[in-house]
């Protein structure tokens, strides 16, 4: 179940920043306090189905587009995502494993 909070709370995100939202905007545009964005897009928490049809509706898009990773992402919008999948379709799950340790380690915001 975490792994599916963490995708969530990731394409939660990305949707909002898509938009140009900050999480204090996408909260009080769905009636949510700023924390629970932020510990929504952190994957430290679930959310309700109500709570989820808020957010999706805040964010213009359906409650099944904060489930699928590929919606926003068509290679011919960004040509460097097939470059990208194409070599890492060529590493190990071993390989893949570390570098996603490795982007998580980039990517998780310092406190």
């Not at 928490?45 to 213009?60: N, P």
Request: proline share 2%; hydrophobic share 50%; charged share 25%.
């Amino acid at each position: 179940m975490a792994k599916l909070q963490v995708q969530f709370g990731n394409l939660v995100a990305a949707h909002r920043r898509r938009r140009g939202l900050t999480q204090a905007a996408l909260a009080e545009s769905c009636d949510l306090s700023e924390d629970m964005i932020a510990r929504v897009e952190a994957g430290g928490t679930g959310a309700s189905f109500k709570t989820i049809e808020k957010i999706a509706d805040a964010l213009g898009v359906s409650a099944a587009a904060l489930f699928d990773d590929t919606i926003g992402f068509a290679d011919s919008d960004y040509p460097e995502l097939a470059v990208l999948r194409s070599r890492l379709a060529k590493l190990s799950a071993t390989d893949l494993r570390w570098l996603i340790g490795i982007m998580e380690a980039i990517l998780t915001p310092k406190r």
